[in-house]
């Protein structure tokens, strides 16, 4: 199985900008899909953006489009999410996942490593 590491989390005003990391060890080299998800109080969670591993291609929920960006790392086996103009609504609990299949990347089907998630909270 893939180890997932979430980091970057924390507490940001309105219209600023935060940047998480998912630092992947373990058997990485089954790992085709990474995702972002978020799940705040009383809320289901909810895809955020994914990543094909193999050419880096992008996925992004409709919630997050223009202002969230996923890249990531390969030497490293990190994958990244650049949040900028965060939203109070953005305010969740984090998680990073990790698939073996890129098949309905923007759902949870694909994704069987999950990371221990990271709070971020965007204050109004």
């Known amino acids: 199985q893939v180890q997932l590491v979430e980091s970057g989390g924390g507490l940001v005003q309105a219209g600023g900008s935060l940047r998480l990391s998912c630092a992947a060890s373990?058997?990485?080299?089954?790992?085709?899909?990474m995702g972002w998800f978020r799940q705040a109080p009383g809320k289901e969670r909810e895809f955020v953006a994914g990543?094909?591993?193999?050419?880096?291609?992008?996925y992004y929920g409709d919630s997050v489009k223009g202002r969230f960006t996923m890249s990531r790392d390969g030497a490293n086996s990190t994958g990244y999410l650049q949040m900028n103009a965060l939203k109070p609504e953005d305010t969740a609990v984090y998680y990073c996942?990790?698939?073996?299949?890129?098949?309905?990347?923007?759902?949870?089907?694909?994704?069987?490593?999950w990371g221990q998630g990271t709070q971020v909270t965007v204050s109004s």
């Open positions: 990543i094909r591993w193999s050419d880096g291609s992008t």
């Open positions: 373990g058997r990485t080299f089954n790992m085709y899909a």
């Open positions: 996942a990790a698939g073996r299949t890129t098949y309905a990347i923007t759902t949870l089907l694909p994704y069987d490593s």
